[in-house]
């Protein structure tokens, strides 16, 4: 049985034995671990996986792979296949006590910013997450302001998470082979915010607005938000562009218009 790659999920599978050990190693499961994988496929990564933590919960969209899948990854350990789209995952489902989800996948490319903006809801149950990614949208997550890739993927990875590039996989390390470089990240929620705001849900949606249109300025993009006086306040100049503004900017400003 073979199965043919469908480009509509995203579906290119890990060949390279020498780079799946290296992913293992980088998550390095113990066996008390409650493992998480996205997008299993046919269980490259799947497989390793569960023969050293005896037991793994995957979230596959596409049902027609799941018996390989199966088959692939019998007799390691338990396998709960949970055949649902990722993007509307209800991780708490996974968690029974006080434990900690490492949550692991080569992403499917087409999906990949929407799952890690669906994953931030779930920080707090957590302990950390391994990602195969498209090289670009690690430089986007973990860009610093006045850079090009700097925008709301990075202000609001970062808000939350801890960002750690790892390492490159050339494309040769996939079939089929992406057209993109990829490469591996590691995403640790950080054990304190590294900025305080009022709301979180303010917040999201202030760094949504100010990044709406990257190339006009604050004073526009944020007309119906805040006042100039306001920017000001928050030691940001009418004139800049979001792209511009730290972390903290951003987290000053959200404290200024919810005190007002
Ligand atoms: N883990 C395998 C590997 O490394 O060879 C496959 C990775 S492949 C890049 C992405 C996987 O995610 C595919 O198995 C695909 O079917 C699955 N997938 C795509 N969209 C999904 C979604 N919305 N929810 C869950 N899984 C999805």
Redesign the pocket.
Known sequence: MKHIA?KR??????IDTAIIDRIIQSINPQPDDKLV??????????CPLLSIAKKLDV????RD?IPLLKKNCADRGQLTIHN????R?DFKSLIHNTEKLKII?????N?STPIIFHLVNYTSIISDMYF?LQKEVIKRLAATPGNSEYGRLSVMTQFHFNVTPLFLVPPES?DPRPKVESAIVRLRPHDTLPVTVPDKQAFDDLVKQAFSQKRKTLKNTLKTHCSVDQLLAANIQPGQRAEELSLKQFADLCTILHQS
Do not use: C, H, S
């Not at 999920?9 to 890990?14: A, K």
């Not at 996205?38 to 799947?46: D, K, N, Q």
């Open positions: 469908r999920f995203g579906q290119n599978f890990l994988e996205i997008g299993p496929g046919l269980g490259a990564l799947t979230i596959e969209l596409d792979i649902q789209d990722v993007l995952f996948g080569n992403l499917p490319y999906i195969m996939f």
